[in-house]
């Protein structure tokens, strides 16, 4: 529904001439309801880390959503994703993560071996024509990506890798010892906004000189770029700042830097900071129109938060974080406005820290996305 009259101003390819999508695709529960056959149901999703399922039988469960995804170690080491749910009557299988033997249904005590395969179902063996193939656990697709654990319940979707070329190579360019780092803390948040003003805010550092005082005293922000390319885009800051930050303490590490930080599609942010080696993710979880819970982990050498580690993970938990969910907050709240329903794009030919063009990268994903839905609705399981 138009606010008062307000009419609608075209959302164009050309960033440059375009305006913001209206206010209702931040609002309305019918557009976030479409959302989720249209984006989450298909799309490739951060569920976690391989140090996090270190060992034959380890588990984590994850949710998209109202589904519940079990990831698990297999006996062969192998990474699998199955539904979390038992195929005799529907009860979820695990919650939360651990280690075991055998997935036990605590409903009627149906077992499934770590591969999927139904191996125990008391007293079936009684009924003629009853074949276990027929309800071994169904599979999820799932992906490793520079020790992420990516999952996708479209079956028909291409491989994360061929999705997002060179993503690990630039990755790995700012933190080389990528493959030494283990989960070491995760941090959340509950916040009173719609998942896409948070992605939204990561992708321009237009705000950045006016609401985060520290973070620009942490970079040059001259040499800030924002590059986007198919699903995902960068935000790096080549140089850190010669005079001393504010944000937190730290020596030149393997790479000399500002900061470094990606958007992967759709709800996935990750981050860099200079310093020792370290890496984080920042994940966007939508619960309604209105509002979004963040969790942000952290991936340091084995797991060990060093004194300057600890001191960089506390900046982003007290300062940066809680800067950008007030903003955050304050734009859910205009949304709602009558004096409100879009906006243009600030543009520079640069793609400098001044530039929105990956915001309009984004919201352009997100359009084409709900109308590929309205024509293509995803096939699942």
């Known amino acids: 529904m138009l ?14 001439e375009s305006y913001t999508i209206p ?18 149901y298909r799309s490739w999703l951060y569920a976690g880390h391989a140090s996090q399922l270190p060992e034959p039988g380890c588990f984590k469960e994850t949710r ?59 007293n079936t063996h009684r009924m003629q024509g009853f074949d276990a193939c027929e309800f ?15 999952i996708n319940l479209d079956m028909d979707t291409p491989p994360f890798r061929e999705l997002v070329p060179g993503l690990e190579e630039e990755i790995r360019r700012y933190c080389p010892r990528l493959d030494g780092l283990s989960f070491a803390q995760r941090d959340s948040y509950d916040v009173a906004a719609n998942w896409k003003v948070l992605i939204d805010n990561f992708l321009e550092c237009y705000h950045c000189h006016p609401a985060h005082k520290d973070f620009v005293s942490l970079c040059d922000m001259s ?6 390319h198919g699903i995902w885009s960068s935000h790096c800051s080549a140089k850190p700042r010669s005079d001393a930050n504010s944000a937190y303490s730290f020596e030149t590490g393997d790479v000399d830097f500002g900061y470094a930080g990606w958007f992967v599609w759709p709800n996935l942010t990750i981050w860099v900071y200079p310093g020792e080696p370290n890496i984080s993710t920042l994940q966007m979880l939508p619960v309604g129109p209105g509002r979004t819970i963040e ?9 060990l938060k060093s004194p300057q580690l600890m001191e ?3 900046y982003q938990k007290s300062i940066l974080q809680p800067e950008d969910i007030s903003l955050c907050e304050s734009v859910q709240k205009g949304l709602n406005s009558f004096g409100y329903n879009q906006g243009r794009f600030v543009i520079d030919d640069a793609e400098s820290e001044l530039s929105e063009h990956a915001v309009h990268h ?16 995803v096939q699942l399981g």
């Open 223 to 228: 040499t800030y770029r924002s590059r986007t």
């Open 362 to 377: 984004f919201q352009k994903l997100v359009m084409k996305a709900l109308k590929r839905e309205a024509f293509a609705p």
């Open 136 to 150: 071994s656990l169904k599979p999820v697709r799932v992906e490793e990506f520079c020790g992420l654990i990516f």
């Open 23 to 40: 206010a209702k695709y931040y609002l309305e529960p019918e557009i976030f309801e479409r959302e989720k056959p249209a984006i989450y």
């Open 64 to 122: 998209i959503h109202e589904q519940s995804v079990v990831l698990v170690r297999g006996r062969d080491r192998e990474l699998r994703a199955f539904y979390n749910v038992c195929r005799h009557r529907g009860h979820e299988l695990v919650q939360g993560e651990g280690r075991t033997n055998l997935f036990t249904c605590p409903y009627h005590a149906w077992s499934y071996d770590l591969d999927g395969e139904l191996k125990s179902s008391r």
């Open 295 to 303: 969790h942000q982990d952290w991936f340091v050498p084995d797991g």
């Open 3 to 16: 606010k008062f009259g307000a009419a609608e101003k075209p959302f164009s390819e050309n960033a440059a």
């Open 312 to 314: 960089a993970m506390d």
